[in-house]
């Protein structure tokens, strides 16, 4: 069975750019989540998706962060303008069903240098 | 808030020798609790999970934890450390809203030979 795939595996952007990242999930799995991974620290949860529409999304920075799921599969988070703290790995994960109990799976993540 | 302090940023092994990572969560309500382990450039893996059955949980590659309620702790052990156990280990809690997962700040397992 194929893992959570995610698409660039590295990207290289200059502050007030913009970005974009890609996340297939496993075949099936209608929860998505998003989290970020700031250097040193634990991830930490931006948005979570139950099929295409949203369940949390209390910590994702809004006015310039955003993030989509328009046919319950695939997902995109995107930036726009990029800012020099938002430097970290962006991992995906997904869960069959979005219990509590169950393991989340994730991909190997998008790492995001802003200069 | 609900939280999750994992005890020292970087603990350093002989290779053999006990692994004990300490994790501590805050909350009056007991919650799931898992171990994933991240090894350089790769996503996170389950180690082992909690999920309300019995207390002593093992996982994979010879680690496992113990969940005491008393002491909001959740520690992971494994008896003899080998080279390929070098990596972060992350501790994490959810809860029965929404499932997202709250994480540690993780601890860095060196292990020298």
């Given at each position: 069975?194929?893992?959570?795939?995610?698409?660039?595996?590295?990207?290289?952007?200059e502050?007030?750019?913009?970005?974009?990242?890609?996340c297939?999930p496993?075949?099936?799995?209608?929860?998505?989540?998003?989290?970020?991974?700031?250097l040193g620290q634990?991830?930490?949860l931006?948005?979570?998706?139950?099929?295409?529409g949203?369940?949390?999304?209390?910590?994702?920075?809004?006015?310039?962060?955003?993030?989509?799921r328009?046919k319950?599969?695939?997902?995109t988070?995107?930036?726009?303008?990029?800012?020099?703290e938002?430097?970290?790995?962006y991992?995906?994960?997904?869960?069959?069903?979005?219990?509590?109990?169950?393991?989340?799976y994730?991909?190997?993540?998008?790492?995001?240098l802003?200069l | 808030?609900?939280?999750v302090?994992?005890?020292?940023?970087?603990?350093?092994?002989?290779?053999?020798?006990?692994v004990?990572?300490?994790?501590?969560?805050?909350s009056?309500?007991p919650?799931?609790?898992?171990?994933?382990?991240?090894?350089?450039?790769q996503?996170?893996q389950?180690?082992?999970?909690?999920?309300s059955?019995?207390?002593?949980?093992?996982?994979?590659?010879?680690?496992?934890a113990?969940f005491?309620k008393s002491?909001?702790?959740f520690h992971?052990?494994?008896p003899?450390?080998?080279m390929?156990?070098?990596a972060e280990y992350?501790?994490?809690v959810?809860y029965n809203?929404?499932?997202?997962?709250?994480?540690?700040?993780?601890t860095?397992l060196?292990v020298?030979?």
């Amino acid at each position: 069975e194929a893992g959570v795939a995610q698409s660039p595996r590295y990207k290289i952007i200059e502050k007030r750019q913009s970005v974009a990242f890609w996340c297939n999930p496993i075949s099936g799995h209608a929860t998505l989540y998003w989290y970020q991974q700031i250097l040193g620290q634990g991830p930490k949860l931006l948005i979570q998706f139950q099929n295409n529409g949203v369940v949390d999304d209390s910590q994702l920075p809004k006015d310039r962060f955003s993030a989509e799921r328009l046919k319950g599969v695939d997902s995109t988070l995107k930036i726009q303008p990029a800012k020099l703290e938002d430097s970290a790995v962006y991992l995906c994960a997904s869960t069959a069903a979005g219990l509590a109990a169950e393991t989340q799976y994730f991909g190997p993540g998008t790492r995001l240098l802003v200069l | 808030a609900q939280s999750v302090t994992q005890l020292g940023s970087h603990v350093s092994v002989s290779e053999g020798a006990l692994v004990l990572l300490r994790c501590n969560y805050s909350s009056s309500v007991p919650p799931y609790l898992f171990w994933y382990v991240q090894y350089p450039n790769q996503g996170l893996q389950l180690l082992l999970k909690y999920t309300s059955a019995a207390t002593l949980v093992k996982g994979i590659n010879g680690f496992e934890a113990e969940f005491k309620k008393s002491e909001t702790s959740f520690h992971l052990t494994k008896p003899s450390a080998h080279m390929s156990d070098a990596a972060e280990y992350f501790c994490a809690v959810a809860y029965n809203q929404g499932g997202k997962l709250i994480f540690g700040q993780g601890t860095e397992l060196s292990v020298k030979p």
